[in-house]
């Protein structure tokens, strides 16, 4: 049963915008933080950003200026607002959350499918 949900990617010219969103549910959105990672061809996975439940946000240094990870509180959808994309962008996007169900229970995460973003003219 897949628990995060991504969409948005797609195809889109140098210079462009794009929106990815991440459903998922309550108990989940509520969790300690969620993120964006991406992975390219033939490189490893790599964090673009992260929202922490109280909302405090944290971007790797080739976003900063250019993405925005925002969350829904009431519809329970985290985005990331990409602009002036560039074809170095181009890679599967991953939304990622980490929950801690008690005090004494280990994190889990939870990892979506991905989605595709290709940036190119």
């Known amino acids: 049963q897949v628990q995060v949900v991504e969409s948005g990617g797609g195809l889109v010219q140098p210079g462009g915008s794009l929106r990815l969103s991440c459903e998922t549910s309550?108990?989940?959105?509520?969790?300690?933080?969620m993120a964006w990672y991406r992975q390219a061809p033939g490189k490893q996975r790599e964090l673009v950003a992260t929202?922490?439940?109280?909302?405090?946000?944290h971007y790797a240094d080739f976003v900063k200026g250019r993405f925005t990870i925002s969350r829904d509180v009431l519809k329970n959808i985290m985005y990331l607002q990409m602009s002036s994309l560039k074809p170095e962008d181009t890679a599967i996007y991953y939304c990622?959350?980490?929950?801690?169900?008690?005090?004494?229970?280990?994190?889990?995460?939870?990892w979506g499918q991905g989605t595709q973003v290709t940036v190119s003219s």
């Open positions: 309550r108990r989940i959105f509520n969790g300690n933080k």
């Open positions: 929202i922490t439940s109280g909302g405090s946000t």
């Open positions: 990622y959350a980490q929950t801690t169900p008690c005090i004494e229970c280990r994190t889990i995460d939870y």
